[in-house]
């Protein structure tokens, strides 16, 4: 280890008495260079002389903590981590906050806080530096409990934090931040106010606060609280940010969480279009946070389903966050801390590998199933494995151990869940009584009030109308006409109808007509269902005699009657689903049929139309130099004068003779042996029927050419 001189600065230059050129002077400039580039921020050339000085002094404790630390400013905590590991003893134990922090930064939780404990065993150089050390090393060790998922033990760390460094601990920002995130994963929402009371900050103090209070708000169920909080948390950040600098595309980067958590919101508040438009929003970013976009994939996944659109792509990011052991995938290890979230992930990606028919990776993932989502969940999965393997024996043994499992450890959500889901597998297989009798049974365990909920009764009186006991079915919806003579909260508007209907149809019109005037003068019921309970009130008077009644609730379905002038039953009937639209939508753009020319009237989309076709954009034509286009009398220049002459499109090429073929003798003859060679005679053919030529042989010029031939000529001579 290098001396230096005590009245110098840190990396202050060339000892007193050293050479100019010898060794010392070099270590002393490095160090110079050092200090220089260490207070311009400037890690990379900090960097590069620490391994200089490396060189020449292995060892070095200064130049060894410059390194580490350029190293974890730089982003490279693996690499920090190993030159740590790589080192002496001592040196990892004088950095041991440095290799810390470093591990919780390349995600070795537990490594990070097996180190964290060794700090504060030494002694310090003095009392401040050990009480800095001490109070850094508890932020960080707060952080990584909750990491880990150890909550209850982040939260008593914060509050001992801002309880013993309480100036230290209120300076610090991210304290409260950090505070209010463990109080929600620790299930301590209802604490946050008084936690804010006590360190003296409210959630306007910065925007990371607000939105952890709006988590805080969301666990809770106060949906339309947390979508204020939220509003505010995005307000204060485009202010907070846009005085930073940022720019506008970085300004959405950063509050995508934001955007996540109000599309949250806004799904369980029951606008799910505006839900789903802010998810894609968000995945249309392309951020590198992958938390928050895998957090988005999966509330998307879950709007969309299976078929939906895009919903195929989705259930195969969603397979991709968790693995068959319910390990997280490291780039969204933060999603880990709290258990809920985990337990959704691992749940999903079963889910999804279901829809994906990849049912052999479902039963290897079981186990895993079990121990983080518990037996139901696990169970549920065999029941649907089982379904599709066609081994429906195998599905009610598996929810018969579940249901067995629940009421052994007195779970009754889990018997509740059970239940119905055997229930849902006697009415998909016909049988509908034997459905009814595991209804009963969900709603005897009386989680959650099934048994007096409306959906559950309604669901009853549809079962005992498809096994044919219509009496029973009557019953059951007169149990429920009678709680909506004294109110109607709850009991959904279209149930009320059709136990109203059914009490009319059987003669009852006084109680039907009660039940019809409570919906009238319901809140939050659509305009058909208000048009709806309005005829009914109608009939129900009609029927019981109060003819007056009727008729004056009848002066208010003229607005019925013009909407219903609208409709064209014809088309109505034609008409397609909306589901079955949009696939074949889907289906029309996968296999090109937008591209011929018949309209689809069904679907209402011009499936067969051509796709409009790129406009090409025209090439400017090149002008010889000093040529006037305005001039008439000057033509344009030939376009392919730069094309050899072969290649342009007038070229014709050089004409050739004619090669006729056929017999020897038949080309190239005149009119006249034309007519002689077909007619044998001098003046060629026949006039009026009558020959030209002698009746008893050939003409005489023609038949003295014949008797000449060959005179005069010799014979080639042979070889003998």
């Known amino acids: 280890h290098r001396t230096r001189a005590s009245s110098g600065p840190m990396f202050s230059g060339a000892k007193p008495g050293a050479d100019a050129d010898g060794p010392d002077a070099q270590i002393s400039d490095l160090f110079g260079r050092l200090a220089s580039a260490c207070e311009d921020q400037s ?48 040196l990892r134990v004088k950095l041991s906050f440095e290799l810390a922090y470093a591990l919780y930064r390349s995600n070795r939780l537990t490594d990070a806080l097996a180190k964290l404990d060794e700090i504060g065993n030494g002694d310090g150089d003095d009392d401040d530096d050990d009480e800095s050390k001490k109070y850094a090393a508890s932020q960080l060790k707060a952080q990584l409990l909750y990491r880990v998922g150890r909550s209850g033990e982040s939260v008593s760390l914060y509050n001992d934090l801002f309880t ?34 006590k360190i003296g900050t409210t959630p306007k103090a910065s925007f990371e606060l607000a939105f952890n209070v709006a988590c805080g708000l969301l666990v809770s169920g106060e949906f339309h609280d947390a979508t204020q909080y939220l509003q505010l948390a995005k307000t204060l950040g485009e202010s907070t940010l846009h005085d930073e600098g940022l720019s506008g ?13 109000l599309a949250f919101c806004e799904a369980e508040l029951g606008r799910t279009e505006l839900a789903t438009d802010l998810y ?8 590198s946070d992958a938390a928050t976009n895998a957090v988005c994939v999966t509330n998307l996944a879950v709007l969309v389903g299976p078929r939906g659109e895009g919903g195929t792509e989705l259930m195969k990011k969603v397979e991709k966050l968790t693995d068959g052991e319910g390990n997280v995938s490291q780039n969204v290890s933060t999603l880990s801390s709290i258990a809920a979230t985990k337990k959704t992930l691992v749940h999903n990606r079963a889910v999804a590998l279901v829809h994906g028919n990849r049912l052999e990776m479902v039963k290897a993932s079981l186990e895993s199933v079990t121990q983080i989502c518990g037996g139901y969940v696990a169970a ?54 034997q459905a009814v009798e595991s209804l009963k049974k969900a709603g005897d365990t009386d989680a959650d009030g099934l048994k007096t909920s409306p959906a559950f009764v309604a669901t009853i009186a549809a079962l005992f109308d498809l096994a044919g006991d219509s009496a029973s079915a009557d019953s059951a919806l007169d149990e429920m006409l009678a709680r909506v003579g004294t109110h109607t909260t ?37 305009e058909e269902e208000a048009q709806t309970a309005i005829a009914g009130v109608v009939k129900a008077a009609a029927a019981g ?72 954009k025209k090439k400017k034509v090149l002008l010889p130099k000093g040529f006037d286009p305005e001039k008439t009398n000057n033509p344009l220049p030939d376009p392919e004068r730069w094309l050899p002459k072969r290649e342009r499109s007038y070229f014709k090429g050089k004409k050739k003779k004619l090669a006729v073929r056929g017999a020897q003798g038949a080309a190239h003859m005149t009119g006249d042996l034309k007519l002689k060679e077909f007619s044998g005679g001098a003046g060629g053919g026949d006039v009026d029927g009558i020959s030209k030529t002698k009746p008893g042989g050939l003409d005489p010029s023609i038949a003295e050419k014949l ?3 060959g005179k005069g000529k010799k014979k080639k001579g042979g070889k003998r």
């Open 164 to 197: 013993r460094f309480p100036t230290k601990t209120k300076e610090c920002s991210s304290s409260a931040v950090n505070l209010i995130a463990a109080l929600v994963a620790a299930g301590c929402s209802d604490k946050i106010l008084q936690a804010l009371k």
């Open 490 to 526: 709850g009991v959904p508007c279209s149930a009320t109808l059709r136990a109203a209907d059914r009490s009319l149809r059987r003669g009852r019109p006084i109680e039907a007509l009660v039940a019809y005037e409570k919906l009238v003068t319901t809140s939050g019921i659509t």
């Open 280 to 287: 894609k929003k968000v995945l249309s970013l392309n951020g």
């Open 707 to 709: 008797l000449g031939k």
């Open 545 to 616: 005699g109060d003819l007056q009644k009727a008729e004056t609730f009848s002066k208010n379905l003229v607005a019925m009657k013009a909407w219903h002038d609208k409709l064209d039953p014809d088309l109505l009937e034609e008409s397609l689903p909306a589901s079955v639209v949009q696939r074949s939508k889907e289906l029309l753009i996968k296999e090109g049929s937008r591209f011929s020319k018949r309209k689809n009237d069904a679907t209402g989309v011009d499936g067969n139309s051509k796709a409009e076709s790129r406009k090409r």
């Open 380 to 433: 549920a999965l065999e029941v649907a494995v089982a379904s599709r393997e066609r081994r429906p024996k195998d599905a009610f043994v598996s929810l018969e151990n579940a249901l067995k499992d629940a009421v052994a450890a007195g779970d009754k959500l889990s018997q509740r869940d059970a239940l119905l889901t055997i229930a849902q597998l006697h009415a998909t297989s016909g049988e509908f009584g």
């Open 43 to 90: 890690h990379k050339r900090a960097l590069k002389v620490c391994e200089d000085l490396l060189k020449l002094t292995p060892g070095d404790f200064d130049a060894s903590h410059a390194k580490v630390v350029a190293l974890i400013e730089l982003g490279r905590y693996a690499d920090a981590v190993a030159f740590l590991e790589e080192g002496d003893a001592q």
């Open 249 to 261: 595309d970085e300004i959405k980067h950063e509050l995508a969480p934001i955007d996540a958590q």
